[in-house]
C-alpha cells in the first residue's frame, strides 16, 4: 500500500473548448501509474463513495485517480445534457488522463449508473489508451432498460432522478426559488404531480423521456448500443438483483460475451441501486452480501493495467449472489433452459380468498373454464411495495398487499424440498379486458410457515391491444434458493403505482389531465388447463 499526496484539482479543455475540472489522487512515489477515470455529474467530491471506496484507498493501490465533473455539472463549464456529449467529452478525457503527470499511459474507468454510462459511452470512441472497464447498473438500451420495461413508463425512478438533476441544476444557475421548490419534492415526492416539472424545469429529459412512449429512432440514437459495435475491451459488469436497471447490466454482458474476445466478467449482488450492503429492504442476507466489489476492482485492474497474473481469468466468469443459501456461486453461463411449469387454477375467487387460487404443477382444473375477475380502480391503485422499480427497492413483507380484493393470489403448496432459481420468471396469461388498453403486474413471493409473504421477484406489462394468445410478463431476472416447507406465490395486479404509471384505459397517465380521464378497468384472466395461464421457472 502506498501514502496518498493530498488530493489535487486539475482541469482540461474539451475538443471545443470547455473546461473540465478534476480531483487527482496520487500515490506518494515516483514512479509512473495506471489512471483510474471516474466521470459524473453529481459533484466530483462525492465520487460515488455510496458505494465504492474512496478515491484514495484506490490510489493508496498504486493508480492515480481522477475524478471529473462531466460537462456542466460541478465546477466544469458547459451546459448539461443528458448523455448528448459524453462520447467526445469521454474521448478527449481519456486522452487527458493518459497524459497525467506520472501516467503510465493507461486508463480504466469505473462508476455505476451515470457513472457507468459515461463509460459506455467513452469506449464508444475507441480512444487507445482505455484498456478496460467496469460498468455497473447502466442502460445498455435506454428505451427497455431504463425508461421504459416492457412498455410501462419507469414513473418513480424516473421522475425522482429527474428531480434531483433538476435540483441542482437550479442551484448551479444560483435559482433558489426553484431549488427550494424542487428540494422539497425530492422530499415529498409528487409521483403523481409531475407538473412541478414542467413549470420549475422545462429544460429537463423527463419531458422527452415521456413523450417518446415507443422505442423509436429518438432512444435509438441516445443508447449506448448504438454506439458499442466493434468495441472490443475487457468489462467487469456489476448489478443487483433490485436494481432497476439489471435489464441493462445482463443485456450488455450477454451481448458483450457473445460477440467480443475480450474477456467479460459479471458480478450480480443481493443490492438495490444504492447501498451494496448485506440489507435490502426488510432481509438482511448476512455478511457474505456486503460488496466485494471495491477488492474485486483492484484484481481486474491489475490484471488489465499493471499486466499482473490476478487469477482472474482461470476463474468462473459469472458469479452471482444466492438469496437464501446467502452465498456467491459461480456459473458458467446464465442460459438456464430447464423450465419448470407451475400452472393457475382457482374457484374463481382468487381475489378474495387465499385458499381460492392455487399454483400447481399439474394443468387440471378443480372447475371447468375457471376463471378469475379483476377489478382496477384509479381511485385507489394497487400501491408498489419493494421490488426493483420501487422507492425503496428491496424485499418487504407484502401479505397487506395480497389481501387487496384488486390483487389475485395464488399459492402452491410447501415445498418438499429446496428449490433453486437462476434465470428469467415468465408468466403467460390468458386475459382480457373491458378497455383498449391496461397494465399487468406480477410478483412471485415465498410464502412462511408463519404465514409471512415476501417478495422474490417481479415483473410489469403495458399491453395495447386484445389477443388471444397468452400475454407474456418477463419478471426480472433472479438467483434465488427457496427452502423446503415454504410455498411459491404469484400475485397480479392491474397497476403498481407510483413505480410504473398507471393506465387510463387508453394510455399512460402522465399528468391530471390522463388521471382525470382514467377509466375503471375489469380484466379476466383464464385459468386451468394445458392451455390455462402459467409460471415458468428457471429451475437449476
Known sequence: MYKVLPKQTASMYTRDGIRLDADIYRPDATENFPILLMRQPYGRAIASTVVYAHPSWYAAHGYIVAIQDVRGRGTSAGEFKLFAHEIADGEDSVYWAAHLPGSNGKVGMYGFSYQGMTQLYAAAAKPTALKTICPAMIGYDLYTDWAYESGAFCLQTNLAWAIQLATETARLRDDKTAYQALFAASRNLPVNNPEILHKLAPDSFYHEWATHPQPDSYWSELSPKQHLQNVDLPMLHIGGWFDTYLRGT????????????????????????????????????????????????????????????????????????????????????????????????????????????????????????????????????????????????????????????????????????????????????????????????????????????????????????????????????????????????????????????????????MNSDDLFNAQIITLTINCGGEAGSQVLLPVV
Open 250 to 509: 445482463l443485456h450488455l454482458y450477454q451481448e458483450m460475451a457473445a460477440q467480443l474476445t475480450a474477456p467479460q466478467h459479471l458480478l450480480v449482488g443481493a443490492w438495490a441501486h444504492l447501498p451494496w450492503g448485506r440489507k435490502v429492504g426488510e432481509i438482511d442476507f448476512g455478511a457474505k452480501a456486503a460488496s466485494p466489489v471495491d477488492a474485486m476492482q483492484i484484481r481486474w485492474f491489475d490484471q488489465f493495467l499493471k499486466d499482473i497474473d490476478t487469477g482472474l481469468l482461470q476463474e468462473s466468469s459469472i458469479c452471482l449472489f444466492e438469496m437464501g443459501s446467502n452465498m456467491w456461486r459461480t456459473f458458467p453461463s446464465l442460459n438456464i433452459a430447464n423450465q419448470k411449469s407451475y400452472y393457475l387454477s382457482t374457484t374463481g375467487l382468487a381475489s378474495i380468498r387465499e385458499d381460492s387460487g392455487t399454483l400447481t404443477p399439474n394443468p387440471q382444473s378443480p372447475i371447468p373454464n375457471p376463471q378469475d375477475v379483476l377489478v382496477h380502480d384509479p381511485w385507489r391503485p394497487v400501491p408498489s411495495l419493494g421490488g426493483h422499480a420501487g422507492i425503496p427497492a428491496g424485499v418487504f413483507e407484502r401479505s397487506h398487499i395480497d389481501c387487496r380484493s384488486d390483487v389475485l393470489t395464488y399459492t402452491s403448496q410447501p415445498l418438499t424440498a429446496d428449490l433453486h432459481l437462476l434465470g428469467d420468471v415468465i408468466v403467460e396469461i390468458y386475459c382480457s379486458a373491458d378497455q383498449p388498453s391496461y397494465d399487468l403486474c406480477a410478483v412471485l413471493s415465498q410464502v412462511h410457515l408463519d404465514g409471512r409473504v415476501f417478495n422474490l421477484t417481479q415483473g410489469y406489462l403495458h399491453c395495447q391491444k386484445q389477443t388471444s394468445m397468452p400475454l407474456k410478463i418477463q419478471l426480472q431476472t433472479t438467483c434465488v434458493r427457496i427452502a423446503k416447507g415454504n410455498a411459491l406465490r404469484l400475485s397480479l395486479s392491474a397497476a403498481c403505482f407510483p413505480a410504473y404509471a398507471m393506465n387510463s384505459g387508453n394510455s399512460a397517465v
